[in-house]
């Protein structure tokens, strides 16, 4: 059984980064990619990055360049897999609830829809305030 479960998210100050995290289990890191998602309130949810389960490859939809970055930390010894996406520099416009989910099969998380995507976390949310 997938499960996914997202951490990190709070309230931050415009302008500093926040790290966030996506801690996978029972995933099998052969194909396919994590990706992050955000829904902002009242607005649609949009991809944001994605990254490779087996070879780490990255990928950030246009929208989000230079705003974030992904990465992922792999402990095969015990059998865990993270995801982490760092927000750079936010803004109030990154005030969203954000999500991490698997595409294992490779049909949605480059495009950026999240409707073809397979497993979801529950999200974590963040919201950017003075």
């Known amino acids: 059984q997938v499960q996914l479960v997202e951490s990190g998210g709070g309230l931050v100050q415009p302008g500093g980064s926040l790290r966030l995290s996506c801690d996978v289990s029972g995933f099998t890191l052969k194909d396919g990619y994590i990706g992050w998602f955000r829904q902002a309130p009242g607005k649609e949810r949009e991809g944001v990055a994605c990254i490779g389960a087996s070879d780490g490859s990255t990928y950030i939809h246009d929208s989000m360049k230079g705003s974030v970055d992904i990465s992922r930390a792999i402990s095969r010894e015990r059998d865990q897999y993270t995801s982490y996406l760092t927000i750079l520099k936010v803004k109030a416009e990154d005030t969203a609830d954000y999500y991490c989910?698997?595409?294992?099969?490779?049909?949605?998380?480059?495009?950026?829809?999240?409707?073809?995507?397979?497993?979801w976390g529950q999200g974590t949310r963040v919201t950017v305030s003075i």
């Open positions: 989910a698997t595409d294992p099969l490779v049909v949605s998380c480059l495009r950026g829809t999240w409707m073809g995507m397979n497993d």
